[in-house]
């Protein structure tokens, strides 16, 4: 099947934020005399829907307080939001796909201003044609729903389509959506992502296994 469609998750994937995000949840929790794990961010954060995370982290809030709270989070992961630079490869792959005429989606649940923000940093913001936000839809990763959104609004089927992510949540909705799902090795390990349903695995998308499945020499 001809490959129609490349669809990227966008924090860890195109650009490297987990250490930012981790910081930022650890200043939020701080005024409660909370703290956040690298462990704990990788198995129950990474990836997930707000409501998710915020139940985790403060299960004797109501869920009407999980906007607030998420939107202080937000803003402190901004504030650290500096010149930007995109994981080694991302450039040359979407220099190759436009070269090519493959369309490309961004699909996160990061919140559509710090998504925005994050693209416009590392200057590809218009190199996509489309851009899904998991918390915009009915339900976020890891349901396969946003990549079955991008599938709808880029025209193509899950068979002609490759997908990236890093995340627990991300491998399961891509690959829940029937996607060849590439795992991103920038936090979790090999065994972690193939048993989240990832079917290849890189390093960054400079991986010989991503531009052997593209075809095009390394």
Do not use: C
Not at 166 to 188: E, N, P, W, Y
Request: proline share 5%; hydrophobic share 45%; no cysteine.
């Amino acid at each position: 099947m001809k490959l129609s469609a490349l669809l990227f998750d966008l924090d860890g994937t195109l650009i490297d934020t987990d250490d930012l995000h981790l910081n930022a949840y650890n200043q939020l929790l701080a005024r409660w005399g909370k703290s956040m794990s690298l462990d704990y961010y990788k198995a129950h954060v990474m990836g997930f829907p707000d409501d998710m995370i915020f139940s985790g982290l403060f299960p004797h809030a109501s869920a009407a307080q999980y906007p607030e709270l998420a939107a202080q989070k937000e803003a402190m992961f901004r504030a650290q939001l500096r010149e930007t630079t995109p994981v080694p490869g991302v450039l040359r792959t979407l220099d190759y796909a436009q070269a090519a005429g493959i369309p490309m989606a961004v699909v996160t649940n990061a919140p559509r201003e710090n998504a925005e923000a994050m693209l416009q940093g590392l200057g590809i913001a218009e190199r996509f044609d489309a851009l899904v936000i998991g918390g915009e839809l009915a339900r976020g990763k890891p349901d396969p729903l946003p990549y079955l959104t991008a599938l709808q609004l880029l025209e193509v089927s899950a068979d002609q389509a490759l997908a990236f992510e890093d995340s627990l949540a991300g491998v399961r909705s891509a690959a829940a959506a029937g996607i060849h799902t590439f795992g991103m090795l920038s936090g979790l390990e090999e065994t972690q992502l193939r048993e989240a349903g990832a079917r290849s695995i890189i390093r960054d998308f400079n991986d010989e296994a991503l531009w052997q499945r593209l075809q095009v020499p390394a």
